[in-house]
T-cell receptor, first 114, second 116 residues
Framework: ETGVTQTPRHLVMGMTNKKSLKCEQHLGHNAMYWYKQSAKKPLELMFVYSLEERVENNSVPSRFSPECPNSSHLFLHLHTLQPEDSALYLC?????????????FGPGTRLTVL | GDSVTQMEGPVTLSEEAFLTINCTYTATGYPSLFWYVQYPGEGLQLLLKATKADDKGSNKGFEATYRKETTSFHLEKGSVQVSDSAVYFCALSDRPGRGGSYIPTFGRGTSLIVHP
């Protein structure tokens, strides 16, 4: 595998379910990001991890819980979601510092909350 | 705070037409500027970037010039193809935030539709 991978690519869940999204980067980067992309809305940055430490949390509801066990893996744990949480969830990675500020995105997980 | 403003879409063109997508920005420092492209069913991918004033980024026939005096980074292509149909995002990255990670600022995206 190369680049940034995300699984699953599609997820349908009920409001009472618990599920997790997984992101893995094979680029040797040390910063990882979760974004939410909804129709007709700007891209929303949710969380940022740098060297496995959470450095940004943009007022995201607690029903979204991120986890970064190492610099290659990022998870987004979901529980008791609402229908308005249906969106494309994108993971990205970048290199910390040194001007290497390009974001590398995965293909996204299309989430539908019923 | 930082902000990026893009022209609203969709932009609809015929194949081989000239493309311009306008982008202006507000930043406190000297940001790097980017254009990302998102094809249907995919994530965003870097199209081109420029890191300082008067730099020109180019890729796949697209180009954009970093204009500090007008705080702009307009995307252009001389002859679009049907395969260029996608959503284009202008973005900036100002300086490392906490922990050294870069926190980018994205525009709202501009949808481009190219007809044969």
């Amino acid at each position: 595998e190369t680049g940034v991978t995300q699984t699953p690519r599609h997820l349908v869940m009920g409001m009472t379910n618990k599920k997790s999204l997984k992101c893995e980067q094979h680029l040797g980067h040390n910063a990882m990001y979760w974004y939410k992309q909804s129709a007709k809305k700007p891209l929303e940055l949710m969380f940022v991890y740098s060297l496995e430490e959470r450095v940004e949390n943009n007022s995201v509801p607690s029903r979204f819980s991120p986890e970064c066990p190492n610099s290659s893996h990022l998870f987004l744990h979901l529980h008791t979601l609402q229908p308005e949480d249906s969106a494309l969830y994108l993971c990205a990675s970048s290199s910390r510092g040194g001007g290497m500020d390009t974001q590398y995105f995965g293909p996204g997980t299309r989430l539908t909350v019923l | 705070g930082d902000s990026v403003t893009q022209m609203e879409g969709p932009v609809t063109l015929s194949e081989e037409a000239f493309l311009t997508i306008n982008c202006t920005y507000t930043a406190t420092g000297y940001p790097s500027l980017f254009w990302y492209v998102q094809y249907p069913g995919e994530g965003l991918q870097l199209l081109l970037k420029a890191t300082k004033a008067d730099d020109k980024g180019s890729n796949k026939g697209f180009e954009a010039t970093y204009r500090k005096e007008t705080t702009s980074f307009h995307l252009e292509k001389g002859s679009v193809q049907v395969s260029d149909s996608a959503v284009y995002f202008c973005a900036l990255s100002d300086r490392p935030g906490r922990g050294g990670s870069y926190i980018p600022t994205f525009g709202r995206g501009t949808s481009l539709i190219v007809h044969p």
